[in-house]
Nanobody
Framework: VQLQASGGGLVQPGDSLRLSCAAS????????MAWFRQTPGKERERVAA????????YYADAVKGRFTIGRDNAKGTVSLQMNDLKPDDTAVYYC??????????????WGPGTLVTVSS
């Protein structure tokens, strides 16, 4: 699976942004998908994940209620709708694919990151 994320940019606190990740490969629908983020000096953090069917979702406490992950298996895409953005959301965001939604270690396919900067 090859992944390509897009949609990052510079926004102000309180704004919304939507990230998209396009996947190539016929097995996309077999994989759980997740969005991770990383800032310099910090470990990569999983912020949201969705099962292969879309029936199960995970959100980190820091983004719960503000971020929504979705997927379209027919189009091979996964999205991250980010609302009420805060400066602490500033990071490089990565989409990833893995066989087990709940297992961070299972995410074996990664796309290049897209930078989200939240600043006034």
């Amino acid at each position: 699976v090859q992944l390509q994320a897009s949609g990052g940019g510079l926004v102000q606190p309180g704004d919304s942004l939507r990230l998209s990740c396009a996947a190539s490969g016929s097995t996309f629908s077999s994989y759980a998908m997740a969005w991770f983020r990383q800032t310099p000096g910090k470990e990569r953090e999983r912020v949201a994940a969705i099962s292969w069917s879309g029936n199960n979702r995970y959100y980190a406490d820091a983004v719960k209620g503000r971020f929504t992950i979705g997927r379209d298996n027919a189009k091979g895409t996964v999205s991250l709708q980010m609302n009420d953005l805060k400066p602490d959301d500033t990071a490089v965001y990565y989409c990833a694919a893995g066989l087990i939604m709940a297992s961070v270690k299972s995410y074996e396919y990664w796309g290049p990151g897209t930078l989200v900067t939240v600043s006034s």
